[in-house]
């Protein structure tokens, strides 16, 4: 694998010039027009540095996580259509403004992205969540569908699949597969992921186009055991059980 060279950038306030801020490593920038990146912020790499050191505790780990699991779904909500809404405030002026159109659920690819539930619960109360579980056949080393249970509507509404490391997308691919099979529209999902590799990002969207990933990084790659790189090892295992 020829690995991506690590962009870096100087990060912190815009009020202090560049040699006052320190160089870190930023995302990797990539082509494809349907993989939304966010700000490379200085507080999105600080909390990305928290949950890329080995030695954060499990404690921090989830706390940290699951603030850049805040920051990918509301910028995924930012992908879904509006409507005009003019309310009236306490002093009786009207103010125009917006209101959320459609309905939408969460899938969660298990076991790792069940972590991006309740960052999911956190911004839309009450919201419909399936599961789809997917594992590698240990004969063909393929993956292979073990279960899924999703809103019997998901058809008709907006799907943020969670998984927070897109790696080969293998698995990803898979619920997506079973996505579509159902019915729902390629361009109706979000897939949100806290890590992506190129490689992943890349067989995406020659597969599927038209749906958006909403990524908070794009690392420089995958080693030869499809870990990605630098990454931040086992995510199921680092906020699970370590
Ligand atoms: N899944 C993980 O948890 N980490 C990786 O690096 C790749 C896939």
Not at 85 to 107: L, N
Not at 130 to 140: A, S, Y
Not at 188 to 208: D, H, Q, V
Request: proline share 6%; glycine share 6%.
């Amino acid at each position: 694998n020829e690995l991506q060279r690590a962009p870096s950038q100087h990060v912190g306030p815009d009020y202090k010039t560049s040699d006052e801020k320190p160089e870190a490593t930023v995302s990797t920038t990539i082509e494809q027009k349907n993989v939304v990146i966010l700000p490379q912020t200085p507080q999105l790499i600080a909390l990305l540095t928290m949950i890329r050191d080995k030695n954060t505790s499990r404690a921090d780990f989830i706390f940290y996580s699951n603030r850049i699991n805040r920051l990918l779904v509301e910028e995924a909500l930012n992908h879904l259509p509006v409507h005009p809404h003019t309310i009236t405030t306490p002093v009786g002026r009207t103010y125009a403004g917006v209101k959320f159109e459609g309905k939408i659920c969460g899938v969660s690819i298990m076991r790792a992205g069940e972590a991006m539930e309740q960052a999911l619960r956190e911004c839309c109360r009450s919201v419909r969540i399936g599961k789809i579980l997917i594992q590698r056949d240990e004969e063909t080393s393929k993956p292979r569908l073990f279960y899924d249970k999703l809103p019997e509507d998901v058809k008709d509404r907006w799907v943020l699949l969670l998984d927070p490391m897109l790696a080969t997308g293998g698995s990803a691919l898979m619920a997506v597969d079973v996505l579509r099979s159902k019915g729902v529209p390629e361009e109706r999902i979000l897939f949100l992921n806290l890590i992506a590799s190129p490689e992943g990002a890349a067989n995406f969207s020659k597969k599927y186009p038209k749906l958006r990933i909403v990524t908070a990084f794009v690392d420089q790659g995958l080693d030869e055991k499809n870990y990605i790189v630098p990454g931040l090892g086992d995510f199921g295992d680092r906020f699970y059980t370590l």
